[in-house]
T-cell receptor, first 116, second 113 residues
Framework: DSGVTQTPKHLITATGQRVTLRCSPR?????VYWYQQSLDQGLQFLIQYYNGEERAKGNILERFSAQQFPDLHSELNLSSLELGDSALYFC???????????????FGSGTRLTVV | AQSVTQLDSQVPVFEEAPVELRCNYSSSVSVYLFWYVQYPNQGLQLLLKYLSGSTLVKGINGFEAEFNKSQTSFHLRKPSVHISDTAEYFCAVDGGSQGNLIFGKGTKLSVKP
């Protein structure tokens, strides 16, 4: 157990629908990062939050949004889902801003999203 | 902008043989480099990292990597692999001011008996 909790582990939904993925960071970590892993694109950085504030955006579609709550858990919202959104979505956390910390990032086990 | 290239998408090797997984990076600033391992159906686990100091970095499970600034490389090595090392390995560079990790496309290591 890495200490980063992601729910649900698996999600199957239809095109056009909206889903919410949840992430609880490791205790004491203030930064949360979201990544999408697909066979063709590899690991793509989506978005980062630090202590409730958005800090960096990567290749995140406008149909996707995220937020980090006061208790530091984060949610990634995916709407108007398309077949191409099927992927593994990972959340990672770190103690500070950036990855150059004693522990680097700690990853959750991911949510596998299948859009049918 | 930083980028990472993993030159081999798949590396098959026999058990107890040595292995090297290659990683080259592109960065105009000081770099922090990482190797992560992903076992089937699991998240990524940190193997080792280079932040500063000695260019030879030792990690978990007997892996080590050498930072070579002139070659802009950070190759991962293990002198003798086990079946249990079968996994996908990702090299990553710290995105600097953006604060996120930039990953390579990964190398699938397949250890055969």
């Amino acid at each position: 157990d890495s200490g980063v909790t992601q729910t649900p582990k698996h999600l199957i939904t239809a095109t056009g629908q909206r889903v919410t993925l949840r992430c609880s960071p490791r205790s004491g970590d203030l930064s949360v990062y979201w990544y999408q892993q697909s066979l063709d694109q590899g690991l793509q950085f989506l978005i980062q939050y630090y202590n409730g504030e958005e800090r960096a955006k990567g290749n995140i579609l406008e149909r996707f949004s995220a937020q980090q709550f006061p208790d530091l858990h984060s949610e990634l919202n995916l709407s108007s889902l398309e077949l191409g959104d099927s992927a593994l979505y990972f959340c990672a956390s770190s103690a500070t801003f950036g990855a150059a910390t004693p522990y680097g990032y700690t990853f959750g086990s991911g949510t596998r999203l299948t859009v049918v | 902008a930083q980028s990472v290239t993993q030159l081999d998408s798949q590396v098959p090797v026999f058990e107890e043989a040595p292995v090297e997984l290659r990683c080259n990076y592109s960065s105009s600033v000081s770099v922090y480099l990482f190797w992560y391992v992903q076992y089937p159906n699991q998240g990524l686990q940190l193997l080792l990292k280079y932040l500063s100091g000695s260019t030879l970095v030792k990690g978990i499970n007997g892996f080590e990597a050498e930072f070579n600034k002139s070659q802009t490389s950070f190759h991962l090595r293990k002198p003798s692999v086990h079946i249990s090392d079968t996994a996908e390995y990702f090299c990553a560079v710290d995105g600097g001011s953006q604060g996120n990790l930039i990953f390579g496309k990964g190398t699938k290591l397949s250890v055969k008996p």
